[in-house]
C-alpha cells in the first residue's frame, strides 16, 4: 500500500512540475511578444513623423505653385480647384492611415505593415519632388498648365483609388485584432484553468500524504491487533496458517471469495454433493473431503478453510472445514459422507456434531446444549470405550 501511495505522490509532482513549466514558458512567451509590440509602436511613431513632415513640404509647394498660377486666372482658378479637392482627398487618406496606423499597433502583425507604410513615405517622397518639378516647368512654360491639370486630375483618380483600398485593409485589420483578442482571452482562460487544477493537484497531494499517515496508524493498529488475536487463538489451542502450509492435501483459495452469511453457507452445503464421495481409508478419507469442500466453496466465491483436529491419547486426527460466517460466526462443517454436520470443536471437549437444521444462532456456542444432547454424532476413540476429546485445533485460511 505504501508502494502504491508513493507512486500516487510522483505522478501528482510530475504533474505540478509540468503543469508549473508551462505556465512559465507562458509567461516568457507573453513577456516577449509586449516587447516586440513596444518596439514595433516606436517605429511607427517615426515613421508618422516622417510622413507628417513630408506632408507640410507638400502643402508649401503646393501654396508656391498656386501664387505663381494667380496670373493666369481661370487656368490657375481651374488648378487651383483641383489642387484643392487633391488636398482634401490626402486629408481623408492620411486620417484614414491614421486610423489604420492605431488600430494595427494593436496587432502582432505590425511589422509587416510598418514595411507597407515606408513603402507609402518613400512614394510620397517621391511626389514632392514631382511636385517641385511641375512648380519650376508652371513657372517656366505657363502654357503646360493644362497639361498639368489633366496630370493632376489623373493623380486625384489615383489617390481615391489608394483610399478605398486603404479601407478596405483597415477593415481587415480591424478583424485580424478581434480575432487576436479572441484568443488573449482563450488564453487566459486557459491559465486561469491550469492554476485551478494546480490548487486541486496541491489539495489532492496534501490529503494523499494525510491519508498515507492514517493508512500507516490503522496497519499499526491492525498489527497490533492480529498479535493479541493470536496469542488469545494459542491460549484456546488453535493454531492459524495458510492454505499453502496444509501438508496432506492442495488447497485452492480464491482471493475473490468473501465471507458468507449463514443462509448462503448452508443455500452452498445444499448444493454441494462432497459427502455422497465413497470413502476409503487411506485414499479419499476426511483429507480428501475437507479439501473438495473447501476448493468448491473458494471457486463459487465463499471464503473457507480446512481445518484439522487432533485428539487426546488418538494417533489419528479429523479433518473438516471451518467458515467464518457474517451472523454465525466462525462455524466448522463436516462433510465426510452423509450427511452434512456441524461441529462442536473445542479444546478439553468431545467432539460432537449435529445436522444442519438443529442449529441455531443460539446454541451453535451454548456448551451446556451441546452437553446434554441426546442423539449426535460422534467419533469413537481407538480404544472402542469412550468419545474422542479435542487437544488441538490447527485452520489453514
Not at 515606408?118 to 514632392?128: C, F, G, M, V
Not at 491519508?211 to 499499526?220: P, T
Request: net charge negative; proline share 1%.
Amino acid at each position: 500500500m505504501s508502494k502504491k501511495v508513493a507512486v500516487i505522490i510522483s505522478v501528482i509532482f510530475l504533474a505540478f512540475v509540468g503543469v508549473l513549466v508551462w505556465t512559465i514558458q507562458t509567461r516568457n512567451q507573453l513577456t516577449d511578444t509586449r516587447d516586440a509590440l513596444s518596439s514595433t509602436r516606436a517605429q511607427l511613431l517615426v515613421t508618422t513623423t516622417e510622413l507628417d513632415e513630408t506632408i507640410g513640404k507638400l502643402a508649401d509647394a503646393t501654396n508656391e505653385l498656386t501664387s505663381t498660377k494667380s496670373e493666369l486666372a481661370s487656368t490657375k482658378s481651374e488648378l487651383a480647384s483641383t489642387k484643392t479637392e487633391l488636398a482634401s482627398t490626402k486629408t481623408e487618406l492620411t486620417s484614414t492611415k491614421t486610423e489604420l496606423a492605431s488600430t494595427k499597433t494593436e496587432l502582432t502583425s505590425t511589422k509587416s505593415e510598418l514595411a507597407s507604410t515606408k513603402s507609402e513615405l518613400a512614394s510620397t517622397k517621391t511626389e514632392l519632388t514631382s511636385t517641385k518639378t511641375e512648380l519650376a516647368s508652371t513657372k517656366t512654360e505657363l502654357t503646360s498648365t493644362k497639361s498639368e491639370l489633366a496630370s493632376t486630375k489623373s493623380e486625384l483618380a489615383s489617390t481615391k483609388t489608394e483610399l478605398t483600398s486603404t479601407k478596405t485593409e483597415l477593415t481587415s485589420t480591424k478583424s485580424q485584432l478581434t480575432s487576436t483578442k479572441s484568443e488573449l482571452a482563450s488564453t487566459k482562460s486557459e491559465l486561469t484553468s491550469t492554476k485551478t487544477e494546480l490548487t486541486s493537484t496541491q489539495n489532492q497531494l496534501k490529503s494523499a500524504q494525510q491519508g498515507s499517515s492514517d493508512i500507516q496508524a490503522r496497519l499499526s493498529s491492525t498489527q497490533q491487533q492480529l498479535a493479541v488475536a493470536q496469542e488469545t487463538l494459542k491460549g484456546l489451542g488453535i493454531t492459524l496458517s495458510a492454505s499453502n502450509d496444509c501438508y496432506d492435501v492442495v488447497l485452492v483459495d480464491n482471493l475473490k471469495a468473501t465471507n458468507p452469511t449463514w443462509s448462503q453457507l448452508m443455500n452452498f452445503l445444499s448444493q454441494d454433493q462432497t459427502e455422497n464421495h465413497t470413502y476409503i481409508k487411506d485414499v479419499y478419507d476426511c483429507s480428501q473431503f475437507s479439501r473438495d469442500v473447501h476448493n468448491h466453496a473458494e471457486a463459487a466465491g465463499i471464503r473457507a478453510a480446512e481445518m484439522v483436529v487432533r485428539f487426546k491419547d488418538e494417533l489419528s486426527g479429523h479433518a473438516l472445514n471451518a467458515f467464518l460466517t457474517t451472523d454465525y460466526g466462525l462455524v466448522y462443517v463436516s462433510c465426510t459422507e452423509p450427511p452434512d454436520t456441524i461441529a462442536r470443536v473445542k479444546v478439553g471437549k468431545e467432539y460432537r456434531a449435529v445436522e444442519l437444521y438443529r442449529i441455531t444462532g443460539t446454541n451453535i456456542r451454548d456448551d451446556y446444549w451441546w452437553d446434554t444432547l441426546g442423539s449426535y454424532y460422534y467419533i469413537r476413540s481407538s480404544t472402542g470405550d469412550g468419545h474422542r476429546v479435542t487437544s488441538s485445533i490447527r485452520i489453514y485460511w
